[in-house]
């Protein structure tokens, strides 16, 4: 069986468990959802949403963003970890975005990327959920799953997304990444997975195939 193959056949395990593929992050604008994938470095969607909810109440539009206080945004932030920093970095994206883009969310990796703070795991996060644009989210769920289950050799973020997008359908790459966090939080964690309960090995192992992966 080949990547792309077992990969096919991941997508459609994963479809069949968890039909709904949403973002684990709290928005309602694209920008919202910048400034959550930024906070979530070294931090859980949880806690990051719980932040955001007092974050975005208090700065309820981009342009507040662009004029806010750094320390004044650092001190909301603070449980999220690198808080300084993360401060720092929003406010200067929310202020490029807002006065030198006209408040038009970039529709390229490269563009994207030139915004402060914003790596290409949220870069490709917002192709994919803002503008529904090939895309594949290289998080610690992506990278650790697709290692377990032979999608990839690799564990730098950039290169895993090069082996994905070699194997992946355009159009199924971001729901299939919304769909591994679920799957890694539920039952293939980072320690102790719960392979005795694993509906994916069910699936993938069903009509007679021979699914293994490198836990097993």
Do not use: W
Request: aromatic residues 6%.
């Amino acid at each position: 069986m080949t990547k792309k193959e077992r990969a096919l056949l991941c997508i459609e395990g994963l479809e069949e468990i968890y039909p709904e593929a949403l973002c684990s992050l709290v928005y309602s604008q694209p920008y919202e959802l910048m400034i959550a994938g930024r906070l979530s470095a070294q931090c859980t969607d949880a806690r990051v949403n719980i932040v955001t909810k007092v974050l975005f109440e208090k700065y309820p539009t981009l342009k507040s963003f662009a004029d806010a206080n750094v320390e004044d945004v650092a001190e909301i932030v603070k449980p999220c970890g690198l808080y300084k920093t993360k401060a720092k970095s929003i406010v200067e994206m929310a202020h490029k975005l807002y006065y030198e883009m006209d408040g038009v969310i970039p529709k390229t990796i490269e563009e994207l990327t030139t915004l402060s703070g914003i790596g290409r795991k949220t870069a490709n996060l917002i192709m994919g959920d803002v503008h529904h644009l090939p895309a594949i989210v290289t998080d610690t769920h992506c990278i650790r799953i697709c290692g377990r289950l032979k999608l990839t050799d690799n564990t730098a973020p950039e290169t895993v997304e090069k082996d994905l997008l070699k194997i992946i359908p355009p159009d199924k790459g971001s729901d299939f990444c919304h769909r591994l966090v679920l799957f890694g939080r539920d039952c293939c964690t980072a320690r102790s997975p719960k392979c005795s309960e694993c509906k994916l090995k069910e699936y993938l192992n069903s009509d007679g195939r021979k699914f293994t992966c490198r836990l097993k």
